[in-house]
């Protein structure tokens, strides 16, 4: 007997190009803006103050100084560097935060606007910023938790010993004998984890309005029934991720290679140059080149993260017919494909709010 988890790459194919052609400008800017956030950071603690000088005098300090000469500007006392090395983490993990929050919230964006076979960026973000908080939420604790089973034990044998400067070569290779099985092993499940709440649970949140701990509860009883068509869609899924990533990272590279390289050629001129004005500009320049690049990258990531998200929508449904997000599109397809008739074309008039 055939699996839907197989049958069903074809149809998420033609679920992909009902959705997205007649090619529709407006609809895939939009939904290069969602991809941009779904397609998915550490610090100390400062231990002195901070000191300037900008008239290149000396600086009074009670720690080691570090002296670098910036012309006009001179840093001393190895407290600012690690007081600007916080600050920095500081703004990376907020960054982080945000866009994990925004990423999450995208996910409900993008299944509901694959659902209704429109786009509204806007509306579904207010309609779904409490789902998406709580599965932020739920993705913080399993990635704090991971980091915590795979770190806590290799911390525990490294100072086990009496600390890494105790532990000879044999205990070091010891170490590594037994962190990289354990890491591997818990990076396979969390990840798992992960995938199956991104393309199962959240579908489920959806149709049935559950939160995240009950919409997993609900989804745990289909998998470990339908456990061998999940299991098909995972390799699958696996394989064909590598392919499009192929296929996605050769185009990017290339417009990457075309926007950025002339960039860095002039950027590595200007330093040699000596002109610090000049490769203010050219950072500037690189930077703006970077997010050019990075939504391109987006853009044509739309099909390939719409075609996945089709086909999980389908096992779903397949799996479990309560459970189905898309039963319209599904009948759709199947009736074109059984001679039923021909698919009623979508209304891609760009006339979609964003």
């Known amino acids: 007997m055939a699996l839907n988890a197989v049958d069903d ?62 012309g006009p500007v001179t840093i001393a006392d190895g407290g600012d560097v690690l007081a600007l090395a916080l ?49 932020f939420g739920f993705r913080l604790v399993v990635g704090l938790l991971a980091l915590l089973l795979v770190a806590g034990p290799i911390l525990a044998l490294l100072f086990a010993g009496g600390g890494p400067a105790a532990l000879g070569p044999g205990a070091i290779f010891g170490l590594v004998l037994v962190a990289v099985p354990l890491a591997l092993l818990f990076g396979v499940v969390f990840a798992l984890i992960d995938g199956f709440t991104t393309f199962f649970v959240v579908p489920v949140m959806l149709v049935e309005d559950r939160g995240v701990l009950s ?54 001129a200007s330093a040699v140059a000596g002109s610090p004005i000049l490769l203010g500009i050219v ?29 999980a929508m389908l096992v779903l449904g397949d799996t479990e017919t309560e459970l189905d997000p898309i039963p319209e599109r599904r009948g759709r397809i199947r009736a074109a494909g059984t001679d039923e008739g021909p698919e009623a074309p979508d209304d891609a008039s760009g006339a979609e709010s964003v």
């Open 9 to 70: 790459l074809g149809e998420a194919l033609e679920a992909t190009k009902a959705f997205l052609w007649p090619f529709d400008a407006g609809r895939w800017l939009k939904l290069a803006v969602v991809v941009l956030f779904v397609g998915g950071v550490g610090g100390s603690f400062p231990t002195s103050g901070t000191n300037f000088s900008f008239d290149g005098g000396d600086f009074p300090t009670d720690g080691a100084t570090f002296p670098i000469d910036l």
């Open 87 to 135: 600050v920095l983490a500081a703004i990376g993990v907020l960054l982080a935060l945000l866009f994990g929050v925004v990423g999450s919230v995208m996910e409900f964006v993008l299944i509901t606007a694959l659902r209704e076979e429109e786009v509204h960026v806007r509306r579904y973000f207010r309609e779904h910023l409490g789902a998406g908080l709580r599965l």
């Open 215 to 268: 919409a997993w509860r609900r989804f745990w009883g289909v998998l470990r029934a339908e456990w061998k068509e999940y299991l098909v869609f995972v390799v699958l899924t696996a394989v064909l991720t590598l392919v499009a990533a192929t296929a996605v990272g050769f185009v990017v590279g290339i417009v990457g290679l075309i926007l950025v390289g002339p960039v860095v050629v002039a950027g590595i």
């Open 283 to 311: 950072v500037a320049v690189g930077l703006l080149a970077g997010l050019v690049v990075l939504f391109v990258a987006a853009v044509v990531r739309v099909p390939v993260v719409t075609y996945f998200r089709y086909y």
